[in-house]
C-alpha cells in the first residue's frame, strides 16, 4: 500500500526534535507498505536530505522513506505572522501534491491544524481515504493560552477543524483529553484510535555514553528539562523554583535547560540578572547524545504552563523520553500524567505556580537520592509495559492501513 504522509515538521533521529513520525514511517515500510513523506525544513531538526532545492523543493531517500521537503523554513523564533505564513504555504503546496502523487492512503498530522488541508482535498477530490492524526487541540489551545485572541481567526480555525474531523474516514488522538475532544465535534468513538506518543526503548538504552555539560558536576542533583522554550511550556515556573533554591542555599541542585525556543533568550537574561547560577543551558541534542544525557540525570522535569487545556489534551514527548531512559518525573500540572506519575510511583507531581512546592521537590530528590533508582525502575517498567514505540507503531500502522479495507 502506498501511503501519502504529510508532517510539516518532521525529522529523523539524527537532528533534535520528535521523531514520532519517522518511528511510524519505518514501521509501515517494515511492514510491506512504501511511504512518501512531505514535509518542510526545520531549523533544529534535520529530514536527512542535503544539496539544493529545485522549483522549491527537494527529494530522496532516507532510511526507505521517500522525502520531500518543500523549501519553507520553520522556527519557533519567528512571529506569529511569519509562522501563520509558513503553515498556509506548506498547506497549498500539499494540495498540488496530494492531487498529483499516486497514493492508496492519505494521512496527516499536527501541528499546525491546516496540516489537514491536504487531506480534505483528497478524501473530497480524489476519493482517497484520509486518516487525520490530531497532536493538540486547536483553537481551543491557542484561545485558552491566550495566543489567538482575534474572533475571526478563531472562527475560522473552528471551521478548519470541523472539515478536517468530518472529512477524516478515521482519527488518531494523541491524549484521552484529545480523543474526547474528536468526540465532542460529533465524530463517532469507533472512528477515533487514541495512539499516545511512545518511548524510544532502542535509543534510551544502556549502552548510551553518559555525559554532563560544564557547569554541573557528578555530585550535583541534575534535573533535566528538554523540550522547546515557548510560550506553552512556562519554563519561568522552573526559573522560580531556582530562585527559591538559591533562598535555600541548595547549590549541590542543578536545573538543566536543553533546547531552544522563542523564550530562551528571555529565560537566559533573566537567569543572568537574578544570579541563577544553579540553571545551565544547553543547545538542542540529536537523540542519541540525549540518551546519554538522561543516563546522568537523576530526573526529568515535565512542565507546562498552567493551562487547563494541556491537562488532558497534551502527550508531550519529552515524559516519554524521561521514562524510556528509567528517569524518575517531576510534573508541575494536573491532569493524565499527574495522575500516571502517582499511581506508578516514578516521580513527583507539585501544584501549578508552586514555586515552594517545586523546589520542596528537587529538595527532597536531592535529599533522599538512594529512593530515585527504584522510581526510575518504575518509571521503565511503564515504558516497556504501556509505551512501547515498536507495539504503539504497529497498532497504528493496522489502524491506518485498515481504512484502505
Known amino acids: 500500500m502506498k501511503v501519502l504522509y504529510f508532517h510539516q515538521h518532521f525529522v529523523t533521529p539524527k537532528g533534535a526534535g520528535a521523531i514520532r ?7 509501515l515500510i ?62 497549498w503546496r500539499s494540495i498540488i501534491i496530494a492531487l498529483t502523487e ?29 486518516v487525520f492524526e490530531v497532536r493538540d487541540l486547536w483553537p481551543e489551545l491557542p484561545r485558552e493560552m491566550g495566543v489567538i485572541t482575534n474572533p ?31 468526540r465532542k465535534r460529533g465524530v463517532p468513538a469507533e472512528r477515533i484510535a487514541l495512539v499516545p506518543n511512545g518511548c524510544d526503548l532502542d535509543i534510551f538504552t544502556e549502552k548510551a555514553k553518559p555525559w554532563l555539560p560544564k557547569g554541573v558536576l557528578e555530585s550535583d542533583l541534575v534535573a533535566v528539562f528538554a523540550g522547546t522554550h515557548g510560550v506553552a511550556n512556562g519554563l519561568d515556573a522552573v526559573l522560580d523554583a531556582a530562585m527559591e533554591l538559591k533562598r535555600r542555599e541548595r547549590t549541590n541542585i542543578k536545573i538543566l535547560l536543553i533546547g531552544d525556543g522563542k523564550l530562551k533568550p528571555a529565560l537566559q537574561a533573566r537567569a543572568q540578572r537574578e544570579s ?13 547524545d540525549l540518551a546519554g544525557l538522561m543516563r546522568a ?18 502527550s508531550p514527548n519529552k515524559f516519554f523520553d524521561y521514562i524510556s531512559a528509567g528517569l524518575p518525573v517531576l510534573n508541575n500540572y494536573p491532569g493524565w500524567l499527574a ?26 530528590a536531592a535529599d533522599d537520592r538512594e529512593l530515585l533508582p527504584a522510581m526510575g525502575q518504575r518509571a521503565k517498567a ?24
Open 339 to 364: 495522575e500516571m506519575i502517582e499511581r506508578e510511583q516514578c516521580g513527583f507531581v507539585v501544584p501549578p505556580a508552586d514555586a515552594v512546592a517545586f523546589a520542596k521537590a528537587l529538595e527532597q
Open 21 to 27: 513520525s519517522y518511528a511510524m514511517a519505518r514501521k
Open 382 to 405: 511503564l515504558a516497556k509495559r504501556e509505551f512501547d514505540r515498536e507495539i504503539m507503531a504497529s497498532e497504528w500502522v493496522d489502524w491506518v492501513t485498515g481504512v484502505a479495507r
Open 297 to 314: 540525570a537523576d530526573l526529568g522535569m515535565q512542565v507546562l504552563a498552567n493551562v487547563p487545556a494541556f491537562y488532558y489534551g497534551t
Open 152 to 182: 475571526a481567526v478563531l472562527w475560522a480555525m473552528g471551521i478548519l477543524e470541523w472539515a478536517s474531523y468530518r472529512s477524516a474516514n478515521r482519527l488518531v488522538g494523541l491524549s484521552p483529553g484529545i480523543v474526547e475532544g474528536i
Open 102 to 130: 499516486k497514493y492508496d492512503v492519505v494521512f496527516a498530522t499536527t501541528t499546525p491544524l491546516t496540516a489537514g488541508i491536504p487531506g480534505i482535498f483528497a478524501r473530497w477530490l480524489r476519493k482517497k481515504p484520509f
Open 30 to 91: 517494515e511492514q510491506g507498505h512504501t511511504v512518501t513523506m512531505v514535509c518542510g525544513s526545520n531549523t533544529t531538526g534535520t529530514t536527512g536530505l542535503e544539496g539544493p532545492f529545485h522549483r522549491g523543493q527537494r527529494r530522496g531517500t532516507v532510511d526507505g522513506i521517500k522525502v520531500v521537503e518543500l523549501d519553507l523554513a520553520y522556527s519557533n523564533n519567528d512571529g506569529f505572522m511569519k509562522r501563520a505564513l509558513t503553515f498556509l504555504l506548506f498547506a
Open 276 to 288: 541563577l547560577t544553579n540553571v545551565v543551558f544547553h543547545d538542542p541534542v540529536k537523540k542519541a
